[in-house]
């Protein structure tokens, strides 16, 4: 395959493929990329002011994040299209340090999930 072709005032140049292999572990990376996020879940675990937070994709896990606080408010974060009504969980904590959950709710769910939070 000539990579250069000049012919009627047009220039074209084409790109060698890469080798078999390097594609298909190119697509293979890419899906992986793509599918192990969607079967993660985060873990919020509460204890005497303090709250621990990690979000767990079963293949990785991100790292431990520890929060100390002496009050805590929780808020809701509407997120995506306004039709589909979710949003993610923000806690605030009374050093003005913040944590924004990534995993999209519908709403009333959330606003439900604060009225119990704060009755724990």
Do not use: C
């Amino acid at each position: 395959m000539d990579q250069i072709e000049f012919k009627q005032n047009q220039l074209i140049l084409r790109v060698k493929k890469s080798p078999l292999l390097g594609r298909i572990l190119l697509y293979l990376i890419t899906f992986l990329s793509i599918a192990l996020p969607l079967g993660g879940f985060e873990l919020i675990q509460f204890g005497n002011n303090k709250l621990t937070y990690v979000v767990d994709y079963h293949w990785f896990k991100d790292k431990v994040k520890e929060f100390d606080f002496e009050n805590i408010n929780y808020e809701v974060k509407p997120m995506g299209y306004e039709e589909d009504n979710k949003g993610v969980l923000v806690i605030r904590f009374d050093n003005d340090k913040l944590l924004e959950t990534v995993t999209k709710i519908p709403i009333s769910d959330l606003e439900s999930l604060i009225i119990g939070l704060y009755n724990i």
